[in-house]
């Protein structure tokens, strides 16, 4: 039967399998840049792809159907930042906009 204990070791559980597989994302990063060829590189970078879509669909099974929130949304936001969101604005856009007097005035602002 479903107790919030089981819930609880459930979700301790899906957290320690996610962090595997994002050192297996790492060690797959890894082989990619020492790769010997293009094509071996390649081939590297898909299983990466595979693994890193493997873990986003993990945490928001965890999410869904282990922790079971009240309020669904409230608990898809940090998920979705962490796998779906664009962070280019954020690392790249932002800081140049920050030093500007007006940033509104530049034409990039407003796509942030």
């Known amino acids: 039967s479903w107790t919030p204990t089981s819930a609880a070791a459930l979700q ?3 957290r320690r399998y996610a962090a595997e597989m994002y050192l297996c ?3 797959l990063r890894d082989q990619a840049a020492e790769a010997a060829s293009e094509e071996e590189a390649a081939e590297v970078r898909a299983e990466l792809q595979r693994t890193l879509w493997a873990v986003c669909i993990w945490e928001l099974c965890v999410i869904v159907f282990i922790g079971r929130p009240t309020l669904l949304t409230e608990a898809l936001v940090p998920w979705w930042q962490l796998h779906l969101c664009d962070r280019s ?5 932002l800081p ?3 030093v500007l007097e007006r940033p509104e005035a ?3 602002y407003w796509p942030t």
């Open 12 to 14: 301790t559980f899906g």
């Open 25 to 27: 994302a790492q060690r």
């Open 89 to 93: 604005a954020a690392e790249h856009d």
């Open 96 to 98: 140049q906009l920050e």
């Open 106 to 108: 530049s034409p990039t």
